[in-house]
């Protein structure tokens, strides 16, 4: 049993960045893919971000891609989202999420996830 707390969440304005952190508790979490998702009012819940079990290696969505990044430390049990140059359509909820062993085939998509936080909201407004 794996659970996950967020938070960092926040009101931001357009090109400013925010941290989001995600505690996890219980064992084994060097063994667990971790992601990160979001999901906008009245969207379907997206993948933004993930590690695969292993730590090695990191996927993003496009959207993205360049502006966020990923990083676990497993000595704290916490993954964390840094998010840069932050834009109105980056307004959402944040999702932490826990997926045992998940690797490359597995990382970006939601319904392989086991775990779930309860979400941060972020807002991005001028």
């Known amino acids: 049993q794996v659970q996950l707390v967020e938070s960092g969440g926040g009101l931001v304005q357009p090109g400013g960045s925010l941290r989001l952190s995600c505690a996890a508790s219980?064992?084994?979490?060097?063994?667990?893919?971790m992601g990160w998702f979001r999901q906008a009012p009245g969207k379907e819940r997206e993948f933004v971000a993930a590690?695969?079990?292993?730590?090695?290696?990191?996927y993003y969505a496009d959207s993205v891609k360049g502006r966020f990044t990923i990083s676990r430390d497993n000595a704290k049990n916490t993954v964390y989202l840094q998010m840069n140059s932050l834009k109105p359509e980056d307004t959402a909820v944040y999702y932490c999420?826990?997926?045992?062993?998940?690797?490359?085939?597995?990382?970006?998509?939601?319904?392989?996830?086991?775990?779930w936080g309860q979400g941060t909201q972020v807002t991005v407004s001028s």
């Open positions: 999420a826990a997926d045992l062993f998940g690797t490359r085939s597995s990382v970006t998509r939601k319904d392989e996830y086991e775990y």
């Open positions: 590690f695969e079990w292993s730590g090695i290696s990191t």
């Open positions: 219980g064992r084994r979490f060097s063994s667990y893919a």
